[in-house]
């Protein structure tokens, strides 16, 4: 087959077949360190757990292979993967264009709420109408409310990294206050919102599992994002802001409309998360809505190296992780929280090899 | 409410928000450190969770308060020279090194107080109020300020003596351009690099004080997560304070007294506020803040950047 | 590159056998799982239903399992699916949150029962087990009004289990005094316990002196609350035993032994006689639900209270008081 393909590059498509290539072995490199990362995380983590008493291969043959037993749980790990490639994704262009926006949490509550609002409103409506109306509610409300911590940082040279923590917090205690008060469903004894009308409720994949669309939307627009930032000049703009902004406001770049541009993306993103959560996974607005999938987002875009395409990669690989930490209690009682400490090893250690592959570099 | 229970209630209050304002006062300082250096630490929580979870593993062991203290202090301090380690020696981001620290801290610190101190359900001694002679009988007054514990009043000279090395000190005036001008001290024979890890020992072992005063000074047990937010709080604090020590103590005594406020409000049948418009106040008064006190003003210019030596 | 790919799957084929056998082998045993709401190593509302657990185990020799899922309506139907595809015989959804999710999953599993915590369902084989808080805070609001002037509750979360402990305690002591005095404090988690420390504190303050905290893990601290407060400060230690923490306030026990309750129903279920309609646990189950005085403490309940709260007991085992709801 190699054999072959040479034919080809030689003599139809050099240029092309070339460039191929060079992409494909640039990806091969770049997966290095993530793949180290991880498996040094693996380590790690099997390390604590035999000096804790604990059967430490049991986290690669439960943990990894154990979240893998039929289609059911690979639906699972997907449907817990969606929120974090939308969530990692949005946040590879905001880290890109150096935004820190922390906030990621608060504007997939701020989505969940739009998007509940919307689907338990509008009777009547098709599907064809009511899931996009969902969908879109839960994106402008997300970019709407990181656009606010955007605006403050462009307008008044507010902390983005306060702002957003700041708005997390405000977010919760929003939704805390509508499912307790104003949007409680009052038939039901624990607090939470009326159910969604049927008509916005995320269409499922196959009918029988949980994996709704919205997997398929993260991944699309991941793709786009990747194309936005690497292809338009839009995206380089975006990309000369976060590396350089005094060079960017040379070059005639507005830098304030590219910072309000990264927020709001990553904002949707996130928002567009809190949406599926509620209109494909609860049909409800719970307090609790999100288990931390927008502080787990930033992880994803960091192993992801600020690549949204690496994101699709890395979300997966942290849903993986949820799933298998859930399966591990299960089976051995482990503490679920070992979780935790994979993922920050996981990020040190990408941290580490980078800095290693440039000492490397510079030696050579 | 007639004037007498008024004044109860203000007594109560300023009481309990000195409490509630004491780990934020000594994690806020300690980041005023580490940011007068240009080391931004957003790993605070983790940190703080380690500290009081060291604080009440080593009192649990040995029964001293003290020794637990020192422990949160050198827990935070460890915790604190990886975060060190990575941000200054390596160079990596700060920011996304302290997200990393916080998953750890919260991940490690649940996974071992499960693995040991589940089934034990025990508690520990904790530091007990020391009412100061004549002062805490002063009506009001006296139970609001003298009848605190010991770490609660350690937060004043705590507050005093860092805003005097800060500003007093060489050591201080290197620690400050070092935020500011890093080339000029390096120029001048001064180590960067050190000072940025005294700054970021200061800071976690603050951080690590603060925690452990969660399980030494105010509850009996260590509970996962029983910072609950508060090691964000803290950075809201500083840029609020704007980077003075001070600043940072009164900053956090603000804090206090809303949370406090809130608790007491909800107790108050006759209030129909709902009480989450009193729990968010404090973190949209933050915003607020930023705003009015616009631009960059005291933040050290070098905030965030690692500093590459010649 | 054929090859290697078969390579592969073969080696994923193996492997997933290799952890397919266990599960055979272990076909046969009664298997009982737990999803709980949260830390089974905080002292409360997880502890109880871990406990519950423990209880099976031991008792009936069922093979357990548990898993925490801080809240997280999310991986509820997941985590019952696990469980129920792995053959466990009962799975108990320690909340009323697991509710829906158990409905919908317990349609593919009809050999399965689902049992739900604090829910008062019975649908197939869904059926809600409910210790009635309200019966024993009933009775504590009772006592707080004929002993005290002003009483405080600290609750963790606006959640059903806590507002109906709350409403018992509200009830019963407006029908001792209509007019008697009560207020209500959340401190919006279930983790910060020198909030409910803090929250304790300003109600003592405020004149409160029978205080009763109910925040899951974040108890602890309105119980030291309470101690630091002196011994005018009364209280009722509820689901664990408090006593070393307030040894001088608590005037007795509310301890739940809900794993009894479990146990006998698992029991009728391995027996192949499972319940015909949900379960209510309450005061008329002296096994689940013990309600007791101190002697020991320095201030104790006169006698003759005690005999009135046994009066009412017994009204309210025999169904003739209602002591939940507003």
Known sequence: MAQVNQGVRETVYPQAAQTFYRTLSQIAISAVTPIAAVLVALAFGAALLWLNGFNGSDIVTVMIFGSFQDMRSVGEIL????????IGAGLCVAFRCSIWNIGAEGQLYAGAIAATLVGTSFTGLSVWVHVPLVMLAGALAGAAWAGIAGYLK???????????????????ILTSYLVTGPMRDASAAYPQSARLIREAWTPRIVSDMRLHIGILVAIVLAVALYIFLQRSSRGFALRVVGLNPHAARYAGMQVARNVMLAMCISGAMAGLAGAFEVAGVTHRLYQNISPGYGFEGIAVALLAGNNPLAAIVSGGLFATLRSGSEVLQITSQVPQVLVLVIQGIVILSVVAFAKLRDILRIVA | MDDMMFLTFLATLAGAAWRLATPLIFASIGEVFSERAGVLNIGLEGTMLVGAFCGFAAAFATGSVPLGLLAGIAGGMLFGLLFAFFTITIKADQIVVGAALNLLGMGLTAFLFRTYYVSTGKGIE????????????????????????????????????????????????????VGEHPKAVDVAGRNVAAYRYGAVMVGTGLAGLGGAFLTLGHSNQFVEGITSGRGFIVLAVVVFARWSPIGAFFVSLLFGLFYALQLMLQAQASIIVPYQVLQALPYIMTIITLVVLRGKGAAPSKLGQPYEMR | MKFSRRLFLEGVAALSIALAIPAIAQADDFKMGLLVPGSVSEEGWNRIGFNALKGVE???????????????????????????????????????????????????????YFLISSSSIHEGNVIGLNTDTSQPFYLMGVIAAKMGKKAGLVGGMEIPPIQQAFAGFKNGAKSVNPDFPISEAYIGNFTDTTAAKEAALSMISQGADFVVPNASGATVGGYQAIAESGKDVRSFSIFSDFTPVAPNNILGLYVADYAQGVVEVVKSIKDGSPPTENVIFGLKDPKVMSFTFRDDGPVSVPAEIRAEVKAISDKIAAGEIKTGGE
């Not at chain 3, 809240?71 to 466990?88: C, H």
């Open chain 2, 126 to 177: 904790i530091a007990q109020p020391v009412h100061i002679p004549f002062l805490s009988d002063i009506p009001f007054l006296g139970e609001a300020f003298f009848r605190q514990n010991l770490i609660v009043y350690s937060t004043v000279l705590v507050a005093i003596l860092a805003s005097l090395v800060l500003f007093r000190t060489s050591f201080g005036l290197t620690l400050r351009a």
């Open chain 1, 154 to 172: 462009v307008r008044f040279q507010a902390s983005e990294i306060v702002t957003t923590i700041m708005l997390n917090y405000i977010a919760l």
């Open chain 1, 79 to 86: 449907l817990k993967a969606t929120p974090l490639i939308l």
């Open chain 3, 58 to 112: 031991s008792q009936l020799g069922a093979k357990i399992s548990y898993v925490e899922l801080q809240q997280n309506p999310a991986s509820f139907e997941k985590a019952f699916r696990d469980y129920a595809s792995q053959g466990y015989k009962v799975i108990l959804g320690h909340g009323f949150e697991f509710q829906d999710a158990a409905l919908e999953v317990a349609l593919d599993y009809p050999d399965t």
